[in-house]
């Protein structure tokens, strides 16, 4: 054997990309705890070749310190700058990292749309409390939906939103899109214009906007009742801010990422959350991203390049 590639969550990898990788001449070893501590993680990385990441545990650097034989480290995401704090030593070593975006697109913008019929037709309430009153909700049809980011997943959205016949779509990102526009109808707008205006405002910018994006300013220019859902990544809204707001019953929200135990005594008209990252998982974006992964994994071994290569 070439070496030995540790695996972490067992969602990954699928047998036969288990196969290829074997095929290749690498042994597997899984270590199938999706939040492995450091500790665990520094024991496990110890004399292993490859590397790649299915579960949320925290690259650190004191991880890549104890990877002596490490050459290639797989994200099974986009998000990798999240998971891997170690990154710039990891860089240092000459340790190349990949990801594997578009994997989860369809998944997590599947996921957005659910959560905004659920919360705009107040199915979470109606179905934990058995109320049997009649109430009037608004049709999709009726309302302005605002999207934050306009990539990958941003993109899919508003393609869906499209396809259900929603109101309007506007979006704000770094750069117009003007071929998602023709493709989606969705309207470019400026970020103030958007908050202003949304009934739905759904997050889908990257990282790099930098953690509390949404922050109380921004909150506040939201209109009374919006919905805010973010299916992106942890910490895109100041959660201290975002709770004031929805204990005042302003705001409504639907977030895809773990929040304080105070946001529990919040009634599912008003919030909800997966608390546990479920916009990923389904099994069609799973076998993609184990395909990517392993593909780049023997690309970066083999050949020492691959195109989802990040550092």
């Known amino acids: 054997m070439k070496g030995t590639i540790l695996v972490t969550d067992s969602l990954f990898i699928f047998p036969e990309h288990e196969n290829m990788l074997k095929n ?26 490859g590397y790649i990441l299915g579960g949320i545990e925290k690259v650190t650097d004191k991880v ?14 986009s998000d990798w700058l999240n998971f891997i704090p170690g990154h710039e030593l990891a860089t240092k070593k000459g340790i190349p990292i990949a990801n594997t975006p578009g994997a989860n697109t369809y998944a997590v913008s599947e996921y957005t749309i659910s959560m905004i019929l659920a919360m705009t037709r107040n199915i979470f309430e109606l179905g934990r409390t058995g109320k049997t009153n009649f109430q009037t909700r608004p049709s999709l049809k009726e309302l302005t939906v605002g999207i934050i980011g306009m990539g990958h997943i941003g993109s899919k959205v508003a393609g869906m939103l499209k396809g259900l016949e929603a109101g309007k779509v506007i979006y704000n990102s770094r750069q117009q899109k003007p071929e998602v526009e023709k493709q989606t109808g969705a309207t470019f707008v400026d970020l103030e214009t958007l908050l202003k205006t949304s009934d739905i405002v759904t997050l889908h910018f990257s990282k ?9 300013q921004k909150l506040a220019l939201m209109k009374d009742g919006a919905l805010l859902v973010n299916c992106g990544f942890t910490g895109a809204i100041n959660n201290e801010a975002l709770f004031k707001e929805l204990k005042s019953g302003r705001l409504r929200a639907v977030q895809d990422d773990p929040v304080g135990p105070e946001f529990n005594d919040l009634p599912l008209s008003t919030w909800f959350s997966s608390n546990s990252h479920t916009a990923f998982n389904t099994h ?6 184990s395909n990517m992964a392993t593909e780049s994994m023997i690309n970066l071994l083999t050949k020492g390049e691959d195109k989802y290569k990040v550092n």
Request: proline share 2%.
């Open 24 to 49: 290749a001449g690498y042994a597997i070893e899984r270590l199938d705890k999706p939040n492995a501590t450091e500790e665990e993680l520094i024991k496990a990385i110890k004399g292993k070749t």
């Open 64 to 77: 890549i310190e104890a990877a002596d034989e490490l050459k290639v480290i797989i994200f099974t995401g």
């Open 208 to 216: 790099e906007a930098g953690a509390g994006f949404i922050d109380a």
């Open 284 to 289: 069609e974006a799973n076998l993609k991203a």
